[in-house]
T-cell receptor, first 115, second 111 residues
Framework: SAVISQKPSRDICQRGTSLTIQCQVDSQVTMMFWYRQQPGQSLTLIAT?????????ESGFVIDKFPISRPNLTFSTLTVSNMSPEDSSIYLC????????????FGPGTRLTVL | EDKVVQSPLSLVVHEGDTVTLNCSYE??????LLWYKQEKKAPTFLFML????IEKKSGRLSSILDKKELFSILNITATQTGDSAVYLC???????????FGTGTQLKVEL
């Protein structure tokens, strides 16, 4: 299975600032995804990071708030812009498995606290 | 709208017990059901089920899918404290590969 790393692992940020989260996969994957997990909740998909084109956002998430880059098949970034306390969550990236189609593996997550 | 319900929401058992976790669903264009274990942050992949009636097994864990009655179960036998986690089921539907997650079952295994 692919190994996925994320940076930073956690951060505490001030309201109104932005944070960029990096996601690195140790092998090429076709699909990469960004999820949010708010306290006590399950995972919610933010967007699909497409290599070479704009990300595909889910309902309720917009590019201005969560710009995403995917410059190649092993790397993606998610920016949380103009943060508010409601953005305090764990942010996780995932990549589609290289062995079994549709088997997604997750990075360790980034725990974000906005004051 | 797709719906995924996991039960129970939480469960406390003693080491050695056997537990059965349930995931019921109403989704359109079903493709696959996946089970994950989440201990701290990152969900860890357990099983992917596509066909009805075929049990997947890994050590003390096993899972099966019933596409007629629209549910899946995850069994854990001889539970250990290390099994304490949130267990999530998720679906892949339609033509894309995105996962829709259930709310999870919080399992706590006590000595």
């Amino acid at each position: 299975s692919a190994v996925i790393s994320q940076k930073p692992s956690r951060d505490i940020c001030q309201r109104g600032t932005s944070l960029t989260i990096q996601c690195q996969v140790d092998s090429q994957v076709t699909m990469m995804f960004w999820y949010r997990q708010q306290p006590g909740q399950s995972l919610t998909l933010i967007a699909t990071a497409n290599q070479g084109s704009e990300a595909t956002y889910e309902s309720g998430f917009v590019i201005d708030k969560f710009p995403i880059s995917r410059p190649n098949l092993t790397f993606s970034t998610l920016t949380v812009s103009n943060m508010s306390p409601e953005d305090s969550s764990i942010y996780l990236c995932s990549g589609e498995g290289t062995v079994t189609y549709n088997e997604q593996f997750f990075g360790p997550g980034t725990r974000l606290t906005v004051l | 709208e797709d719906k995924v319900v996991q039960s129970p929401l939480s469960l406390v058992v003693h080491e050695g017990d056997t537990v059965t976790l349930n995931c019921s669903y109403e989704v359109t264009n079903f493709r696959s059901l996946l089970w994950y274990k989440q201990e701290k942050k990152a969900p860890t992949f357990l099983f992917m089920l596509t066909s009805s009636g075929i049990e997947k097994k890994s050590g003390r864990l096993s899972s099966i899918l019933d596409k007629k009655e629209l549910f899946s179960i995850l069994n854990i036998t001889a539970t250990q404290t290390g099994d304490s986690a949130v267990y999530l089921c998720a679906f892949i539907t339609g033509g894309g590969n995105k996962l829709t997650f259930g709310t999870g079952t919080q399992l706590k295994v006590e000595l």
